[in-house]
């Protein structure tokens, strides 16, 4: 039941769209305290915010009961990325439907002549980012001297991607008696001199929970070996199997690279980050609500805004940088009353770091096991039970099939071969290093696996000061060497090089593959020279094998192939370590 300040046609509205209840928030606003004052609203993300502002300026934008005829906007709303200003965009439109509301859409990366001609046929409405609204203003096409209602949807994040000037700018191009709705997260100094100096008597309002971060969100945070990052995402996503995951990663390289390593392994799996267009955004999340992907692999700012009604897994494969991020990350699932799991990754020597970061963020953590193979196993041998025996229903066709296989085969064999028809359609987990002490310090002692008891030590010329990371050194040595992973034996990082073992079998043919793929100089394209060494590291003055080398094991090959990388990010094997671009 909705408040009576509410206009009858969107009261209509939010019944037909199953509204019974109005969520806190919504309800906040529309309280006699707040009628027609300044607003500053905390509220968690997915709790209804965006129809709590539609329902909020609706007094502003109303008169009798209806819409006057599209002009100047009356209202201008606000966002700080494309997603999320077509999310708000999109509940505004079914919102104000009844009411025949003009609905402008003003967002970077869109075509700007369609948008001027939208604004000079009329809006009631304009929804649009803060670059691509700044610059219609300078080119005068979008005229706010009417505005009645400006709302700054997640002003905090706005502020973070240095946005201030567009806004500062877009404020001062409207008329002081506006009423300023601003929505954040968080109130850092930032915020509150914004709301100071664009606001007047604002009221406060905060519908954030102080128990947890989010009620409708289990958190989860799984230890494992910093070397198993990607791995632990694969069995994460096997064991749940949700209808709809997203996998976050700090950037866009890592973001390509965990798409294409999904991908690879036969996940359905789309990706969004900075450098996609778009066309390309809508595509991936088109593909994600129609079902034909279940896996997206996003960047933070990538994915704000994005709302998925079957997302039901959050995964951290990178840690985010703080508490407010990691809300915002995990706010993607739990929505609209439902519930999710949020899990973080953690890599073992960064779990007194998480723990501090999910007090700030007021969450209860779980902490658990990786998945193993066997555990995904289990899952699915249930998930197979269900799926097979769910009631089905045959046309004459399908049992005409039936009975020729029963004729040539046993009711056992053929529900044994759609079994196996079904489980070979499922990615194969993957083998993890437990991350606990104990299994470091055995993992360490157990130096010579087999095949490995007789080597031969090789030198590359880079180290840490070089950036030096098995994740991309493997592959190099792999390439250089004409050799698989499971041919390499420890590898051992020192400040300024590298040592590493080849069984002495197979030592001279790498030895020539090494030369074969130098320059004159020794080197390679990227600069990295290989050589055979005397001896190991431990034998050399310059190496202390306990302050100065950090040592890894290659591990028997995976997936059948060599030099496939480790971690979640694929580094580049130049001598200053991997790029890294944010968003």
């Given at each position: 039941m909705t408040p009576s300040s509410v206009p009858p046609l969107l009261s209509e509205a939010l019944a037909a769209r199953g509204y019974s209840a109005l969520t806190p928030v919504q309800s906040a606003v529309l309280e006699p305290e707040a009628e027609g004052r300044d607003l500053i609203v905390s509220a968690q993300t997915g709790s209804g915010k965006t129809v709590a502002f539609g329902l909020g300026m609706a007094a502003q934008l109303f008169a009798d009961g209806a819409l006057p005829p599209a002009g100047m906007p009356l209202?201008?709303?606000?966002?700080?990325?494309?997603?999320?200003?077509?999310?708000?965009?999109?509940?505004?439109?079914?919102?104000?439907?009844?009411?025949?509301?003009?609905?402008?859409?003003?967002?970077?990366?869109?075509?700007?002549?369609?948008?001027?001609?939208?604004?000079?046929?009329?809006?009631?409405?304009?929804?649009?980012?803060?670059?691509?609204?700044?610059?219609?203003?300078?080119?005068g096409a979008l005229d706010l001297s009417a505005l009645r209602v400006a709302v700054l949807d997640e002003a905090d994040e706005m502020l973070d991607m240095g946005f201030r000037e567009d806004l500062e700018q877009i404020l001062d191009?409207?008329?002081?008696?506006?009423?300023?709705?601003?929505?954040?997260?968080?109130?850092?100094?930032?915020?509150?001199?914004?709301?100071?100096?664009?606001?007047?008597?604002?009221?406060?309002?905060?519908?954030?929970?102080e128990e947890r971060g989010h009620g409708d969100i289990a958190y989860q945070a799984v230890t494992v070996s910093p070397s198993d990052i990607e791995h632990a995402a694969i069995n994460l996503l096997r064991l749940h199997e949700a209808d709809t995951a997203m996998l976050f990663c700090a950037t866009r390289d890592n973001v390509r690279h965990l798409h294409a390593s999904l991908t690879e392994r036969g996940f359905e799996a789309v990706a969004l980050s900075g450098e996609h267009s778009q066309n390309e955004r809508n595509a991936a999340l088109q593909a994600l609500r129609d079902r034909r992907a279940r896996v997206c692999v996003a960047?933070?700012?990538?994915?704000?805004?994005?709302?998925?009604?079957?997302?039901?897994?959050?995964?951290h494969v990178e840690l985010p940088r703080d508490a407010e991020t990691l809300q915002h990350r995990s706010g993607r699932t739990g929505r609209a009353g439902k519930k999710g799991?949020?899990?973080?990754?953690?890599?073992?020597?960064?779990?007194?770091?998480?723990?501090?970061?999910?007090?700030?963020?007021?969450?209860?953590?779980?902490?658990?096991?990786?998945?193993?193979?066997?555990?995904?196993?289990?899952?699915?041998?249930?998930?197979?039970?269900?799926a097979l025996l769910a009631p089905v229903e045959f046309d004459e066709e399908d049992r005409e099939l039936g009975a020729?296989?029963?004729?040539?085969?046993?009711?056992?064999?053929?529900?044994?071969?759609?079994?196996?028809?079904?489980?070979?359609?499922?990615?194969?987990?993957?083998?993890?290093?437990?991350?606990?002490?104990?299994?470091?310090?055995?993992?360490?002692?157990?130096?010579?696996?087999?095949?490995?008891?007789?080597?031969?030590?090789?030198?590359?010329?880079?180290g840490r000061r070089q950036n030096a990371d098995p994740r991309w050194v493997l592959p190099l040595i792999c390439r250089r060497g004409h050799v698989?992973?499971?041919?390499?034996?420890?590898?051992?990082?020192?400040a300024t090089e590298t040592w590493f073992q080849i069984p002495r079998n197979t030592a001279g043919k790498f030895a020539a593959a090494v030369a074969r793929t130098a320059g004159a100089d020794g080197s390679d394209e990227s600069g990295v020279r290989i050589e055979q060494a005397e001896g190991g590291p431990a034998e050399t003055p310059r190496q202390n094998a306990k302050h100065n080398a950090r040592q890894y094991r290659s591990g028997p090959a995976r997936d059948g192939g060599g030099g496939g990388s480790r971690g979640p990010a694929s580094g580049k094997p130049h001598r200053k370590g991997p790029p890294r671009q944010r968003g």
């Open positions: 209202a201008l709303i606000i966002a700080p990325t494309r997603e999320l200003a077509l999310q708000v965009s999109r509940e505004l439109s079914w919102l104000y439907a009844a009411a025949n509301a003009r609905i402008a859409f003003c967002v970077g990366g869109m075509d700007p002549s369609k948008e001027r001609r939208a604004l000079a046929q009329g809006a009631h409405v304009v929804v649009g980012t803060p670059g691509r609204l700044r610059d219609h203003l300078e080119r191009g409207t008329p002081d008696e506006r009423r300023t709705l601003l929505f954040s997260a968080t109130m850092p100094k930032p915020i509150a001199a914004l709301a100071k100096r664009y606001q007047r008597d604002a009221l406060r309002i905060s519908t954030v929970g960047t933070d700012v990538a994915a704000r805004g994005i709302d998925l009604p079957t997302l039901s897994l959050v995964i799991t949020a899990v973080l990754i953690v890599p073992y020597p960064r779990r007194r770091r998480v723990e501090g970061m999910l007090r700030d963020a007021r969450v209860q953590a779980e902490w658990i096991s990786a998945p193993t193979p066997e555990d995904i196993r289990a899952k699915d041998r249930e998930r197979t039970l269900e020729r296989l029963l004729a040539e085969r046993s009711p056992e064999d053929i529900a044994a071969a759609l079994v196996r028809a079904y489980r070979s359609a499922l990615p194969s987990p993957e083998e993890l290093i437990e991350g606990t002490p104990e299994a470091r310090k055995a993992a360490q002692a157990d130096k010579h696996r087999p095949g490995f008891e007789d080597v031969v030590w090789f030198r590359m010329d880079i698989t992973k499971g041919e390499i034996g420890a590898i051992r990082i020192a």
